[in-house]
């Protein structure tokens, strides 16, 4: 039997590159995606084209937060997999327009809550983001470790999506999986991301803001590699324990509910200079770099012990940032007709 999966954010950059994937491995997919305008339109427009050529995916162009849409999608499409995207992203943009996060990351998160308590699905997928590690220095950053410091609004709401998720696992034994992922990078990217600003402006012979002095490290993950995470996550449904205490040493298994926190990242922190020489390399030109002041609500460093992911699924990124970068820039000279 085909199996059925309901994707929000269909259309974003991670949705779009997860539903080609799952469509390719034979899967009916529904996605739902509201299209906004928070970067050009007609990116998402091109991947979501791309995506409606295959027959077993359909869309609705709405927003999550829409009363009774998820509902009324729930019930009717019946999914074997929820996989939960669509948010409002960016560290930045939160400081400036708080109340779109909390519309759609909030309120949004829980309509999908609520529909899936009526109509629950074998397993749900949300998608959290290192940046809940916030003021946390040990690292590399572990699903066992206190996360309770966000440097930004967008981090505050997705520490709360977790929360709001963890109570439904306990309340109504709804399974459920939260994967942090790491500045994720690749073609078809948003253009507010570093990679596609830096290559569009090294590509223009304009100057690249470098924030923190350039004293700033990331762990980049490669998209197909958080989409085999993703992917290879579904089927590792949590199960809430016997007892409290038998959760596995390193396992982030909820003692009182179904719910787990997987970090998917590339285990490797790599320094914002050499991600930047990885740009100048595949573009074969020089970047000329404005050093600026760190930018509110960011954080010097991320990095993540990814060895749950590869325990649970037997899966590790592995993409290397010069090899990812490379990727990057053919589709972007390729998309946009660039040399």
Wanted: aromatic fraction near 10%.
């Amino acid at each position: 039997m085909t199996r059925k999966a309901l994707v929000t954010g269909s259309s974003g950059f991670i949705g779009f590159h997860l539903c080609t994937r799952l469509l390719a491995e034979g899967w009916e997919v529904v996605g739902v995606d509201a299209m906004t305008d928070y970067y050009d339109v007609r990116i998402k427009e091109r991947r979501q084209a791309m995506l409606m050529q295959n027959a077993r995916f359909r869309v609705v162009n709405d927003r999550i937060e829409a009363p009774g849409l998820l509902h009324g999608l729930m019930e009717e499409v019946r999914p074997d997999a929820v996989v939960h995207l669509a948010a409002q992203a960016g560290v930045r943009y939160s400081i400036d327009n708080p109340e779109s996060y909390v519309e759609a990351n909030l309120i949004g998160t829980f309509r999908l809550l609520e529909a899936i308590r009526v109509f629950p699905p074998a397993h749900s997928l949300m998608a959290s983001t290192s940046s809940v590690y916030g003021a946390n220095t040990d690292m590399p950053f572990a699903e066992t470790q206190k996360a309770d410091t966000p440097m930004s609004f967008y981090a505050a709401t997705k520490k709360a999506n977790e929360a709001m998720a963890h109570s439904y696992a306990h309340l109504y034994g709804l399974p459920v999986t939260m994967f942090r992922f790491f500045t994720v990078y690749g073609p078809w990217g948003r253009p507010d991301m570093a990679l596609f600003k830096f290559t569009k402006a090294i590509l223009e012979d304009r100057p690249i803001d470098v924030y923190n002095h350039g004293d700033m490290s990331r762990d980049f993950t490669y998209v197909a590699d958080l989409v085999s995470g993703i992917v290879g996550l579904i089927d590792a449904v949590p199960v809430r324990p016997a007892t409290p205490d038998a959760v596995p040493e390193g396992d982030s298994l909820s003692p009182v509910a179904p719910f787990r926190v997987v970090n998917i990242g590339n285990s490797n922190s790599v320094r914002l200079t050499e991600f930047i020489e990885a740009i100048e390399t595949a573009t074969g030109r020089r970047a000329e770099r404005n050093y600026m002041d760190m930018q509110p609500g960011d954080v010097p460093a991320t990095w993540a012990d990814a060895s749950l992911l590869q325990s649970l699924t037997g899966y590790r990124p592995q993409t290397s940032v010069q090899d990812g970068v490379a990727r990057f820039v053919e589709w972007y000279r390729e998309y946009f007709g660039q040399k």
